[in-house]
């Protein structure tokens, strides 16, 4: 993806980030050419949230970067008090930058008395001034619909196949294994980035951090030796593990592990870590990792050239669907 950036006019826009991602914050600034503006933070003493945005953005398009990750409810109130800050310092246009949407999970009502909070979030988001939002690699597809405000849902599968094509890795006998059939359609639009065979595995979820895999899904992968395993998000390692497990027990040698947003809380690394099959795992800065939570085979991949991108191209009047986690998009090179 070529870096130009030119067209858009410095003067006329203002980009900002919060506290949860501002490395990534920077290098979309940096791939746009653009000044990354101070915002100021601080607590009162009753824990109440203090923000200020230290540039003016009167008449001008805002951008706000702001990744929903631990402590998730922080980040969430501190980007709805930042495009309210911008919405009432009459700027033109707030886009929300959302590069980890982590309530995308909880997208239906699967129990009595629950909140589809997903779309409870998205009405938030637009009462506190977004004009349109863009995010990454949605858990599922319909939380899109739950915006009534344009939204961009982008997708990193152009990246993952640009490393997988370029990188040293033997592509031959691999399959790309989904671990649910919710994720089968991405996983199919992966696989035939590589020209490779799927298969999808049968997931229960039994809770926050265990499911339960069925294995009829093992006579797909059967007489392959590599499998890579693409998931759009990693939490608990509860479902790669399983599913991990499963494919060594099919006869699978080696595994490359592939996820959007990659955030191994509690025991997900020494899971992980503990099975010297993994030769790889690949994901994203969509959310950040402290040095603890990184280990010697894990890659990440910027995604700041595809929210780059998608920004000039919405700034510029300009289609970005081949950009969409649900387009027909080709290698980024």
Same mark, same amino acid.
């Given at each position: ?13 203002? @980009? ?13 600034? #940096? ?7 101070? #915002? /100021? ?47 009432? &310092?009459?700027?033109?246009?707030? /886009? ?9 999970? %909880? ?14 979030? &998205? ?15 949605? /858990? ?10 344009? #939204? ?45 065979? +799927? ?26 030796? /590599? ?16 599913? %991990? ?10 595994? +490359? ?41 894990? +890659? ?6 595809? @929210? ?26």
């Amino acid at each position: 993806m070529s870096n130009q950036t030119q067209d858009i006019d410095p003067d006329d826009v203002r @980009f900002f980030s919060g506290r949860s991602n501002p490395e990534l914050a920077a290098k979309i600034a #940096a791939y746009l050419n653009l000044p990354l503006e101070k #915002a /100021h933070f601080s607590r009162f003493s009753n824990d109440n949230l203090f923000v200020q945005l230290g540039a003016s953005v009167r008449g001008r398009r805002v951008y706000i970067v702001q990744s929903l990750v631990p402590p998730v409810s922080d980040h969430l109130l501190e980007l709805m008090m930042m495009l309210d800050i911008a919405k009432g &310092a009459a700027a033109r246009d707030v /886009h929300a930058i959302i590069p980890y949407y982590s309530y995308a999970r %909880s997208d239906k009502k699967d129990a009595p008395r629950i909140s589809i909070t997903a779309r409870l979030v &998205a009405d938030l988001l637009q009462t506190a001034g977004a004009t349109r939002v863009m995010t990454m690699t949605l /858990h599922s597809p319909q939380v899109h619909g739950f915006f009534s405000i344009p #939204a961009d849902p982008l997708t990193s599968r152009g990246l993952f196949a640009d490393y997988m094509i370029d990188s040293s890795v033997d592509l031959s006998d691999s399959v790309v294994v989904a671990p649910d059939v919710g994720g089968a359609k991405s996983a199919a639009r992966f696989a035939d980035l590589l020209d490779l065979p +799927t298969a999808a595995a049968q997931k229960t979820r039994v809770s926050d951090s265990e499911v339960r895999i069925g294995s009829l899904f093992q006579r797909q992968v059967a007489g392959f030796r /590599h499998a890579i395993i693409y998931d759009d998000e990693i939490a608990t390692g509860g479902t790669v593990v399983e599913l %991990s497990r499963l494919l060594i027990e099919s006869g699978i040698q080696e595994l +490359t592990i592939i996820c959007t947003h990659g955030l191994f809380l509690g025991t997900a690394i020494g899971r992980l870590q503990a099975m010297p099959q993994i030769r790889e795992i690949v994901t994203t800065d969509t959310v950040p990792r402290a040095p603890e939570r990184q280990l010697p085979n894990m +890659t990440v991949l910027s995604t700041a050239p595809v @929210f780059g991108q998608a920004i000039r191209q919405n700034y510029l009047h300009r289609s970005i669907g081949e950009l969409f986690d649900f387009g027909e998009e080709k290698r980024y090179r």
